[in-house]
Every structure is written in structure tokens, then in C-alpha cells.
């Protein structure tokens, strides 16, 4: 890793400090973990379940820190994360890595006293997975990174579970399996129009080392391996009918999507600057975001669900 502390360093702000947690991407992870929260059995204390999600999401931003702390260099190359407040010389490195274990201790232990040492656990385990395995360990060795690193972004749903029932049931499980397989393609789409980023930047993705063409047929391939998994959520105890009438809807959408990137002609997706790659990254993110509201609202007592 190149040593970034050398570039030169400017006054940080509590904008540069909340920018390494990574917001946009904590978001997210904050509202999968709440929707697992919200669907699990036995409800919870509503304290307890803010401070549940509050942990989760102080957790989310700790790897995010880790992430720029590690990343630096190549997100100083990188046009998409240059201005980030390492790489940019705003915040210190060191004071990345202080601040990420700093929340990551304070998150995972918070957690364990305010509800269980599963949940804690879990928090603990997707730290360590999305810092020092995908990070670390897989990002710049693999094209094969986002696929399994994508591991740490599919538990939060389980650890709101987790924080409510003190377990792990098929319910949860499912969860994590449909962002587990929403991530590649979800990544990889991004990937195909921010090509020239991961190449200058020495990031092995599977558009550098294998090229557009299969990059776009690994994406519908996800596409379609996508949709019993999506389906199959349906049918366990926190689906229902509309979950599923949803979801035919959507991964329908998201099947096209993938078959219109796959007869994409190269040269018309140069010259039309990866539109369509584009809109299926868009379409991507409300894929997921709709799937865990459908859950939200099949939770909702006098919606028809499975659970009764």
C-alpha cells in the first residue's frame, strides 16, 4: 500500500470525517439491517432497536474508514474516489484507521450489552470480512473480489435479526442470499462504464481482467441465478403475496436489463456514453430497496402474509 500521508494535508472538517464512514453506502446497509429488525419475530424494545440499527451503521461506517484507510492509493487514482478525504490529503491515514477501529470496537461492543452476543458477533465477523478479506485479502487479487467480498454487504438483515430473536433462521438466511447475489451484477454494471478507473488504478475487476463482453454475460447470468432466490424468499414466513407479485415484476425488469447489456454492440456503447449500463446500476439500486419494502409492508399487521 502506497503511503498517502505524504500528500499534502489540509484542515479536515466533520464533513471530511462523516465522508470516511462512506454515507451513501451505510444507507443502505442501515436499511436492510432495519428491515431484518422490523420482520423478525417477537418484535423489540424501540430503544433497543435504534440503538441495534445505530450499532449496525456506526459499524458499516467503521469498515468504510478501514476501506479509504487501506485504499488510499488507489483511490488516488481513481477519478470516482480522488476527492476523497484521504487520498485528497483532508484527513491523515493514520487518523482513518484510528477513527475505523475506534467505531468498530465501540459498535460490536455496544451491541453485545444492548442485545446478544450473536448479534455482536455478526457485526464483529462483517467488519473484519469487508476490511481484511475483501480490502485486504481479495480487491486487488481477484476479479473474483466483489463476488465473494460481497458477503459483508448481505449480513445486515441478519444482524437485525439476530439483535431481535437471538438466532438464525431460514428467513434471515434468504436475506442475505439476495443481496449476496444482487451484488455482482450490481457492481459489475458500474463497473463497465467506470472501466478506465479500475484499470488506472490497477483493480483486477472482471471488465479489466476478461473484458466488457463477459463482464456483461456474468451479468445476466447473476440475473437469472437472482431470481429463485428472490422468489424463494417469498415463500418463507416473512414473504406473502405481495412480496412476490413484486418480485416477478422487478427480477422480470432485471432479466431484460441484463439481456439488453449483453447485445449491446461495443462500439454503440462507446459512443453513447453506457446509457443502458447506467440505467440498469439505477435500476439495480431500486431493485433491492423495493424487495426489503415489500418485506417492511408484508410485516404489516392486516397485510396477507405467510406468517399468519
Known amino acids: 500500500m502506497t503511503d498517502v500521508t505524504t500528500i499534502a494535508e489540509g484542515d479536515a472538517g466533520f464533513r471530511d470525517y ?8 451505510m444507507s443502505l446497509v442501515v436499511f436492510t439491517a432495519l428491515v431484518g429488525l422490523l420482520v423478525a419475530p417477537g418484535g423489540v424494545n424501540p430503544v433497543v432497536g435504534f440503538v441495534a440499527v ?11 474508514a478501514l476501506n479509504m484507510w487501506y485504499d488510499a492509493d488507489i483511490d488516488a487514482v481513481m477519478r470516482r474516489t480522488r476527492s476523497r478525504p484521504v487520498p485528497s490529503g483532508r484527513v491523515r491515514a493514520d487518523e482513518a484507521l484510528a477513527l475505523g477501529l475506534g467505531l468498530s470496537g465501540f459498535a460490536v461492543t455496544i451491541l453485545a450489552l444492548a442485545t446478544n452476543f450473536l448479534a455482536a458477533g455478526l457485526l464483529a465477523f462483517t467488519i473484519f470480512f469487508y476490511a481484511v478479506v475483501y480490502t485486504i485479502w481479495l480487491k486487488r487479487r481477484t476479479p473474483q473480489n466483489i463476488v465473494i467480498g460481497g458477503l459483508s454487504g448481505a449480513l445486515p438483515p441478519m444482524i437485525g435479526w439476530a439483535a431481535v430473536t437471538g438466532s438464525v433462521t431460514l428467513a434471515p438466511v434468504m436475506m442475505v442470499a439476495l443481496i449476496f447475489m444482487w451484488t455482482p451484477p450490481h457492481f459489475w454494471s458500474l463497473a463497465l462504464f467506470m472501466k478506465a478507473d479500475y484499470d488506472a488504478a490497477g483493480v483486477p475487476m472482471l471488465t479489466a481482467t476478461h473484458g466488457r463482453r463477459t463482464t456483461r454475460r ?6 437469472v441465478a ?4 428472490a422468489l424463494g424468499l417469498g415463500l418463507t414466513q416473512i414473504g406473502g403475496p405481495f412480496y412476490l407479485a413484486l418480485s416477478l415484476v422487478l427480477n422480470a425488469g432485471f432479466v431484460l436489463g441484463a439481456l439488453r447489456l449483453v447485445r449491446r454492440d461495443e462500439a454503440l456503447a462507446e459512443a453513447d456514453a453506457y446509457k443502458a449500463e447506467k440505467a440498469f446500476f439505477r435500476y439495480s439500486l431500486w431493485y433491492l430497496f423495493l424487495h426489503f419494502g415489500a418485506l417492511l409492508l408484508q410485516a404489516t399487521p392486516g397485510v396477507p402474509g405467510w406468517g399468519g
Open 226 to 229: 437472482l431470481v429463485p432466490v
Open 218 to 223: 456474468h451479468i445476466l447470468a447473476y440475473a
Open 18 to 25: 462523516v465522508a470516511l464512514l462512506k454515507p451513501r453506502v
Open 54 to 64: 445505530l450499532c449496525i451503521a456506526v459499524g458499516a461506517g467503521a469498515s468504510g
